[in-house]
């Protein structure tokens, strides 16, 4: 897509751009599609009615997504200056994909998508119950097609070239490994701060070695304390979230010129933040 003025870009964020169709429902609804609640899920065959559903039986709302899509919004929202931000991702050449880009683009991000002729943009069909909390089920679709030679043209590539920041979620690691490397590399030799987040369980139990390949890369790694108990079980440090934050800080690094952060959130539990080797725990206000 067209490139925005990059020279302001502070913050570039990388993932799957997914339009949520977010509706509250009653239990029986996760139990039918065999979701936990609180599940961060790609789709299956057995998922794939919940979309219609949703839109025929639910009052839904229609929602730019995806959790990295959403987490530079907010970040562009609290910088409060247009095209401090920007995004990659891959969409369809689709309704679903000009409406999240008209919407992306309102709250002042540089929108960088990936178009694909050939697959609908990818939806994420988000379950809302009556307590509050809420469950996902991704169809990546066009998403799972981004290339990173995507990253070469005029675009992305001004933005990277502008940028200090980037922040790549834990669901990208399904899509394309290699053009987080080449961010990885970017900021290494650049002197830049590459951020990321583990993003749900299923990704650390199931595609562990694409992550063992970029953590090198991340200078800052967010997670909450269900992803942390996985990592622990997976790397077999314990359950001990303190633990388990200072032994990922510790893994190797690609740049020695500054040590990895931690930071683990636990709802209304204090957040545990690791740095410079040093646990220490933030209570929730």
Not at 179 to 201: D, F, W, Y
Not at 252 to 263: D, E, F, M, N, W
Request: charge should be negative; charged fraction near 15%.
């Amino acid at each position: 897509m067209a490139a925005s003025d990059a020279s302001g870009c502070t913050i570039v964020g990388m993932c799957n751009p997914l339009l949520d169709i977010s509706a509250v429902v009653p239990a029986e609804v996760l139990a039918k599609y065999g979701v936990k609640s609180g599940d961060a899920v790609l789709a299956e065959e057995k998922h794939m009615p919940v979309y219609s559903e949703l839109v025929e039986k639910y009052k839904v709302d229609y929602i730019a997504g995806g959790a990295g899509q959403n987490s530079i919004r907010v970040a562009q929202w609290m910088l409060n200056k247009p095209n401090m931000t920007a995004y990659f991702g891959a969409v369809g050449a689709d309704a679903y994909a000009a409406q999240m880009k008209a919407q992306a683009s309102r709250d002042g991000v540089n929108v960088q998508y990936m178009e694909v002729a050939d697959q609908p943009t990818g939806t994420c069909a988000v379950l809302v119950t009556a307590d509050g909390e809420r469950s996902l089920i991704a169809n990546l679709a066009a998403a799972n097609s981004f290339k990173a030679s995507h990253l070469e043209t005029a675009g992305p590539k001004a933005v990277i070239d502008a940028a200090s920041i980037f922040y790549i979620t834990g669901f990208f690691l399904t899509v394309s490994v290699d053009a987080i490397e080449i961010v990885g590399r970017h900021c290494v030799e650049n002197k830049k701060t590459l951020c990321m987040n583990l993003s749900a369980p299923f990704l650390i139990q199931f595609f562990g070695d694409q992550m063992n390949a970029v953590i090198p890369y991340v200078d800052i790694m967010f997670g909450n304390e269900t992803e942390a108990a996985a990592m622990g079980e997976k790397m077999g440090w314990g359950s001990d979230i303190p633990t388990i934050a200072k032994n990922l800080a510790a893994l190797p690094k690609a740049s020695g010129l500054k040590c990895r952060t931690v930071i683990i959130t636990q709802g209304s539990t204090a957040t545990c933040v690791c740095a410079e080797g040093g646990v220490t725990s933030y209570p929730v206000e």
